[in-house]
């Protein structure tokens, strides 16, 4: 399902919030965030607490780790918004990010796939390891131009906060599962992680997908899908989804146990 903003698709409004339950004031939910230009929306789907949350770990990614690809793909809806540096790691021994002019950064794209299927499926216990597959996309000449001006450091590398990262990967998962089944129809397992109240469910929720997942001819930004996975009494909701998809065939897909059917 091609999910860009060219084809927004409104699904019919939730009236409770999709994370903690909760039926005060609610605010409309993109699925996507809106700074991948994702089109599709829940509307009154979540209430201003649990959108702070929620805020957080999408700031981190949108505003940081995906920042500069954003920026040079036209991705970023207020550019008068941007910040004057990003963080830019250029060597593993220095103790965090240095930061960088927004013009000098080399534009490189790294997603984190995941190495192991998700536990449950794989028969696992929640574990707060996860094992991260790092791909690689931009382009090396670049990558080069940039560490000389950068006093020729050994290492440039990514802000990438993996724990970010997997919550934003859930918060999709779930929103796209309340948005094509109802809110009653499955129970939920995602709201815990993406809450930021058990960190021991990425690795247990999310991995890689356990099929071979077919990519269009002319793919687009963003694929994500929905399928039922039985597992002896359980039958599970996962949600397959792939980012930046028009990369090609070597960007992950990631399984996101979205939680189980009720009937
Ligand atoms: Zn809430």
């Known amino acids: 399902m091609d999910v860009s903003a060219a084809k927004a ?3 019919p409004p939730v009236g409770r919030c999709i994370y903690c339950g909760g039926a005060g004031a609610l605010t409309k939910e993109h699925i996507f965030p809106a ?9 009154r789907a979540s209430c201003t607490s649990c959108q702070r949350e929620i805020q957080i770990f999408e700031d981190i990614c949108m505003r940081k780790t995906l920042l500069p690809h954003r920026r040079a793909r036209g ?20 103790q965090g990010p240095t930061r960088v002019a927004l013009d000098a950064h080399p534009n490189v794209l790294v997603l984190p796939g995941m190495r192991d299927l998700p536990g449950i499926l794989a028969g696992r216990s929640p574990e707060t390891v996860v094992q ?13 131009q940039t560490k000389r001006r950068l006093l020729d450091q050994q290492v440039v590398g990514i802000d990438l906060d993996g724990y970010a990262w997997l919550r934003m990967l859930a918060k999709i998962a779930h929103g796209y599962a309340v948005a094509e089944l109802g809110f009653n129809r499955f129970s939920p397992a995602l ?13 247990y929720l999310i991995g890689n997908c356990p099929v071979p997942s077919p990519i269009p001819d002319s793919p687009p930004l963003l694929i994500i899908g929905m399928l039922c996975v039985t597992m002896g009494e359980q039958r599970l ?22 939680g189980s059917f009720t009937d």
């Open 35 to 43: 700074g991948l230009g994702g089109g599709l929306l829940l509307p």
């Open 75 to 94: 991705l970023v809806r207020h550019p008068h918004d941007l910040p004057a540096t990003v963080p830019l790691v250029l060597d593993l021994d220095l």
């Open 237 to 258: 909701v996962a949600v397959n989804l792939r980012l930046f998809a028009d990369l090609g065939v070597e960007t992950p897909v990631y399984t996101v146990i979205a």
């Open 132 to 144: 991260f597959d790092y791909k690689i996309f931009g382009h090396t000449d670049i990558l080069d």
């Open 191 to 203: 709201p815990d992680l993406i809450l930021g109240r058990n960190p021991a469910l990425c690795s």
């Open 9 to 11: 698709r409104v699904f």
